[in-house]
């Protein structure tokens, strides 16, 4: 007779023909709750069989993975078998109308069984990528039953992807987190995260050790331009060695959806290559990136100019002081190959401000040192050069080309070295200094390379 226990003072229920005589037992599909035969009062709880002090007794669950209690069975099920609640199943627990193995990892499960998601043991789907897995599953690393790592379909976790940062193994939907990082099972690159290649690595997990083709990190992608960078999610802005003197560049990850290219800024994570060139001050800079070519990686305004170990940087063009935001200088610079000489807003290259003497382009805030001819002028004023001394001349005062009266100027001038400035306009020019013209056919070298600008200079 299905289902009925005797109690403990009567051994025996008498079943005859189809009626059942209780004057003479009492039977009944539960044990009675103060029955000590079977602990029912306190059952202790247990997370496994293991737990359970009474012999003959079972950890019967309710859920898999929660806390059990130990218990007598009512009948001795078979895993597989269907059920109506765990009491009938010789592993405690009874699953979705069936008979199931509970686990709390592979070690608890038979042959090649796993332990799945939901701490039953099932049978593994293999798997060599997540394309191989249907539904909402991912191809993940496990281990079954007979202590084997095999790759397998878990039920998606919705943790980390391929490439993101990760501290333990269940951070990750492939279950395994590799170097911080979180990997997948894969069967080329495509299918791995940015900045990952998919390949051979050891795999070590619940003391078992195995290998397997995942999404790995991948070696440094050097770069001159965003165009060496074939991922949308990368783009060239990350120094080699990160601090000390620049020897190239690599390519790094993005920041969608900030600002763009030649954007206001004041630290990396604002701009879209998270890459800021910052102001003199700190109080402005703008996004940028490693170039070769202004009009293909560089936005608008923008110039490509040659920076430290070759690379070229996207800066703000400017004509003077005056365009350059955050206390920044004007100054002139060089593209990448050198083909080509123009002006840029930056930090200044110098102390000497504009009128300073200087020894070379170093020595000025704006890298400009010029060469410029004084003049030794009188205060006497004069008609013709007899009125002059010797080696003097009767003629304007340089300073004032347009005089209305002459005086006596030396007839050669003395040639000096003068920290200079880019210039539009003589208002550029303005300043405690007597190099107040703009002018606009001065020669300038930069970087080895000579090129005419507007630059202030002496009158006349």
Request: proline fraction near 4%; charge should be negative; hydrophobic fraction near 25%.
């Amino acid at each position: 007779m299905a289902n009925i226990i005797p109690t403990r003072s009567i051994a025996l229920c008498i079943l005859i023909g189809s009626v059942l005589f209780f004057n003479a037992c009492s039977c009944s599909d539960e044990i009675e709750e103060n029955d000590p035969e079977y602990n029912l009062d306190d059952p202790n709880p247990c997370s496994t069989t293991d737990d359970c002090e009474v012999e003959d007794h079972v950890c019967i669950l309710e859920e898999p993975g929660e806390e059990g209690e130990c218990l007598p069975l009512f009948e001795m099920r078979p895993i597989g078998e269907e059920c109506s609640q765990s009491r009938h199943c010789e592993s405690g627990l009874c699953y979705e109308g069936e008979c199931a193995q509970p686990c709390q990892d592979g070690a608890d499960c038979d042959g090649d069984m796993i332990c799945g998601d939901e701490q039953i043991c099932e049978e593994p789907n293999p798997c060599d990528s997540d394309e191989d897995c249907s539904g909402d599953t991912a191809c993940a690393v496990s281990v079954s039953g007979d202590g084997e790592l095999v790759t397998i379909c878990l039920s998606d976790n919705e943790e980390g992807e391929a490439g993101d940062a990760c501290e333990e193994h269940g951070d990750c939907r492939s279950r395994y987190c590799l170097d911080e990082v979180c990997t997948a099972p894969c069967e080329d690159d495509t299918q791995c995260g940015v900045l990952q290649i998919c390949e051979e690595e050891s795999v070590s997990l619940e003391g078992e050790d195995g290998e397997f083709d995942l999404c790995t990190e991948q070696p440094p992608i050097d770069c001159a331009s965003p165009g060496d960078c074939e991922q949308d999610e990368l783009t060239c802005n990350t120094t080699v060695p990160e601090s000390g003197a620049v020897e190239g560049a690599i390519c790094g990850l993005t920041n969608p959806g900030e600002e763009e290219l030649a954007g206001s800024c004041t630290d990396s994570a604002q701009c879209e290559s998270d890459l800021c060139w910052t102001s003199l001050d700190g109080s402005a800079g703008e996004c940028t990136v490693f170039c070769e070519d202004a009009g293909d990686d560089c936005a608008t305004g923008q110039v490509c100019t040659s920076k430290s170990a070759g690379l070229g940087l996207c800066l703000a063009a400017c004509d003077s002081n005056a365009d350059c935001d955050g206390g920044n200088i004007c100054q002139l610079g060089t593209t990448p190959d050198a083909d080509a000489v123009h002006s840029y807003c930056s930090l200044d290259r110098g102390d000497g401000t504009t009128g300073d003497s200087c020894e070379e382009s170093s020595d000025c805030e704006t890298g400009i040192c010029l060469e410029v001819v004084t003049y030794s002028v009188t205060d006497e004023s004069c008609n013709n050069d007899n009125q002059c001394d010797e080696d003097y001349e009767c003629r304007c005062d340089p300073d004032d080309p347009g005089c209305d009266q002459e005086v006596c100027v030396s007839e050669e001038g003395s040639v000096e070295s003068r920290c200079s400035e880019l210039c539009a306009n003589n208002d550029d020019c303005d300043g405690d200094h007597d190099l107040s013209a703009c002018s606009d056919a001065v020669e300038l070298s930069v970087d080895g390379h000579t090129a005419d600008a507007a630059a202030c200079s002496l009158e006349g």
